[in-house]
């Protein structure tokens, strides 16, 4: 084999191998910015209330709802989401599952608010409660509140709880 035939071949081989080299770095990023992308949803601030005000932000939020509340407000801010990831809310009530929410999100930030009442908009019944949020089935986090008979100094007191 002659010299000139051999540098062609490792120069050949040097070109495919670098080739190679680029294609695997491109596809171990691209499969990194994938899962950076699908777990970058984030909830920014999470609140429980009875109600929102006029620019849909919670009034007075906090771990009790007072005895006679008819709902509860579950309202957050989120970013980093990606159009068409489904938000899910599991409303639990003494340790059971008693509503489900869904909705799919249009944009990479904002606000939601999901509300837990009754049918015949009685008063919600004592006792534990807690607002799971997944996005995309990957639980985001729990907000645990009570309902309870409280005072009016009381109500909706208490430290937040973000798991």
Excluded: H
Aim: hydrophobic share 40%; charged share 30%.
């Amino acid at each position: 084999m002659t010299r000139v035939k051999r540098r062609d071949q490792a120069g050949a081989l040097m070109g495919l191998g670098l080739l190679v080299v680029a294609l695997m770095i491109f596809l171990s990023l691209s499969l990194r910015r994938d899962n950076v992308i699908a777990a970058s949803f984030r909830l920014d601030d999470v609140q429980i209330c009875e109600e929102l005000d006029g620019d849909l932000r919670a009034v007075n939020p906090g771990t009790v709802l007072p005895a006679a509340a008819k709902q509860a407000c579950l309202w957050f801010q989120y970013s980093r989401a990606r159009e068409g990831d489904l938000l899910e809310i599991l409303w639990g009530y003494d340790g059971q599952t008693i509503q489900r929410d869904s909705y799919r999100l249009s944009e990479s930030k904002g606000a939601r608010a999901f509300y837990l009442l009754r049918e015949d908009a009685s008063p919600l019944p004592e006792g534990e409660y807690s607002a799971t949020i997944f996005c995309n089935s990957r639980e985001r986090g729990v907000k645990r509140f009570r309902v309870m008979a409280v005072s009016g100094d009381e109500a909706l007191a208490g430290d937040e709880i973000l798991d």
